[in-house]
């Protein structure tokens, strides 16, 4: 089992910057791969960052150049640097694990998501 705990949401003003943190724990050895997704009210979940230690990093177009996804192996943690913050970055975030399934559900681990709201 996994638990992914997020933190680090809440209410910016557009223009502003915000850092999410995500917090693994439990059988975490296999991690290699993190992402970040959102989800706006309405609107389905989409993929906003992804970090893989084979492949690298990479982006949705919308965030590119104003977010960057970063890990920290000591502590466990993916971050979501976000800046240059847009009231269309509005939603819930969620991290996950894209290449590790829970065994149950045969889907990935989900964090329980952090809200983000950008005020205009």
């Known amino acids: 089992q996994v638990q992914l705990v997020e933190s680090g949401g809440g209410l910016v003003e557009a223009g502003g910057s915000l850092t999410l943190s995500c917090a693994a724990s439990?059988?975490?050895?296999?991690?290699?791969?993190m992402a970040w997704y959102r989800q706006a009210p309405g609107k389905p979940r989409e993929l906003v960052a992804r970090?893989?230690?084979?492949?690298?990093?990479n982006y949705a177009d919308s965030v590119k150049d104003r977010f960057t996804i970063s890990k920290d192996s000591a502590k466990n943690t993916v971050y979501l640097l976000m800046t240059s913050l847009k009231p269309e970055d509005s939603g819930v975030y969620y991290c996950t694990t894209p290449t590790l399934y829970d065994p149950h559900t045969h889907s990935p681990y989900w964090g329980q998501g952090t809200q983000v709201t950008v005020s205009s």
């Open positions: 439990g059988n975490i050895a296999t991690i290699y791969a």
């Open positions: 970090f893989s230690s084979r492949t690298g990093t």
